[in-house]
């Protein structure tokens, strides 16, 4: 490493030293202005000690790293702790349209008005942006990683890309954003986030997606000629509220027949060129749900079937994953116990709906017909929040607060009903 001293004035040198091509075409270097140096002798001493604060990551510029910098930083030492599927979708906003907009520019100069201009580009139809594509000329499975850990250029190319985005996507770019300025005013590299006071589109509220009791006395009468996993599957979601990964996940370690309890405290992911993993639930939390007699008196034909398939497989029958002792309930045929994916299931589903020619709806879309249900009976908000492994009763009321009317419905016309009786109570004067 060499060190240049460039003359200003009057004991006054700017050193410079190259740091060679960054594999993209860029020289970067390394500056600092110095002063007050009497002889030549003082100026090879500076030169000296700058070469080794640079090459020992001494130097603190990080102000000046492109943005493309800082979010490799944020992305390898900030993101451990968040599931694939949001790192995922993270790495696609990321490359698709907010590095290809901000990639290039120094973090500390990216300013209010330039995450205006961005997120006002995301709201209008076809929004065009140089996005960094996966390259279609190399399988997935030859990709050295994702657009962060990859060690091969080929493995994305740049293309002119056009966008019509929904408000939920374009509020994903604002929480991405967020997380990743805050990063980088936690690590001093800046004194605050430009994305203060930024707006994105309000959200509208849908209704939640659901089955009415004609839909499911429709779906009751298909599943029948279905396979046992399938069906004891599709009732476990209805009578746990549970969700695909959970049910991908659960174990049957944590089920008590003879109780009617069972434990969901994990779930199956699936990550890049790692497989399926488990993890903790959605919320991190929890829960111990009493079952329904419907759902217990299938678990226990499917359990039993389930046995005996382990008794045939023997020891090919696994007792581990990844490291892990294990014994999956929902596994596929042939799969000697191992877990399936979480979106096997949805695929199934929707093969299932259409094959049957009924409504479509999501196959998560089941757990919001378990809350219909209990809320259409008359159960607390607390109890349903509980039953579904919410962290926060808010978030129960976020998401079914429209289905909870109409169950007010309900009890309004109980209540109409009640004071009309009350009416005709002869009052003794």
């Known amino acids: 490493m060499q060190c240049e001293a460039q003359w200003l004035s009057k004991g006054t040198y700017k050193l ?28 090879e001493e500076a030169k000296a000690g700058f070469i080794y604060e640079v090459s020992h990551g001494l130097i603190d510029d990080q102000g000046a790293m492109l943005f493309r910098d800082l979010v490799k930083d944020w992305y390898t030492n900030h993101l451990n702790d968040k599931s694939p599927r949001t790192i995922e979708g993270y790495e696609s906003n990321l490359r698709l ?26 709201q209008q139809p076809d929004c065009e942006f140089n996005s960094i594509l996966m390259n279609p000329d190399i399988k997935s ?7 962060f850990t990859s060690t091969d250029q080929n493995d994305f190319i740049i293309k002119k890309q056009k966008y019509n985005l929904s408000a939920k996507s374009i509020d994903n770019h604002k929480i991405c954003m967020n997380s990743i300025f805050s990063y980088a005013v936690y690590k001093g590299w800046r004194k605050d986030s430009p994305m203060k006071g930024v707006k994105t589109p309000k959200i509208k509220k849908m209704r939640p997606e659901i089955y009415d009791r004609k ?3 429709a779906l009751f009468q298909v599943l029948e000629s279905e396979p046992l996993l399938w069906r004891t599957i599709v009732w476990f979601a209805i009578g746990t509220g549970a969700r ?3 049910i991908a996940g659960f174990d049957r370690r944590y089920m008590n027949l003879d109780k009617g309890l069972a434990l969901i405290c994990q779930a199956a992911i699936r990550v890049k060129k790692q497989g399926v993993k488990i993890k903790s639930t959605k919320s991190g939390n929890e829960r111990i749900n009493n079952l329904p007699s419907f759902v217990i008196q299938l678990l226990e034909l499917y359990d039993a079937a389930h046995e005996a398939d382990k008794d045939a497989a023997g020891d090919t029958w696994i007792k581990e994953w990844k490291g892990e002792p294990c014994d999956f309930l929902f596994t596929p045929d042939g799969s000697f116990g191992r877990p399936m994916r979480p979106e096997s299931i949805s695929q199934w589903w929707r093969r299932f709906l259409k094959r049957k ?6 196959f998560h879309a089941l757990r919001h017909t378990s809350v219909s249900l209990l809320i259409d009976e008359g159960d607390s908000m607390k109890a349903i929040s509980e039953r579904v492994g919410h962290a926060k009763i808010d978030t129960t ?3 079914y607060g429209q289905l909870f009317e109409t169950g007010n419905e309900r009890s309004a016309r109980l209540l109409d009903k009640a004071i009309s009786e009350i009416k005709k109570v002869p009052i003794k004067k």
């Open 16 to 43: 410079i030293i190259s740091l060679g091509n960054d594999g993209s075409g860029r020289y970067p270097r390394k500056t600092k202005q110095i002063e007050g140096i009497k002889n030549k002798g003082q100026l």
């Open 97 to 122: 349209r907010i590095i290809p907009t901000f990639g290039l520019m120094r973090t500390d100069k990216i300013e209010k008005y330039h995450i205006r201009r961005f997120f006002d580009k995301l």
């Open 141 to 147: 499975k030859d990709r050295t990683g994702d657009y």
């Open 215 to 217: 839909d499911l006395a």
């Open 244 to 246: 695909e990964g959970e």
């Open 357 to 362: 020619n009924l409504k479509h709806i999501k």
């Open 397 to 399: 009321m976020d998401i």
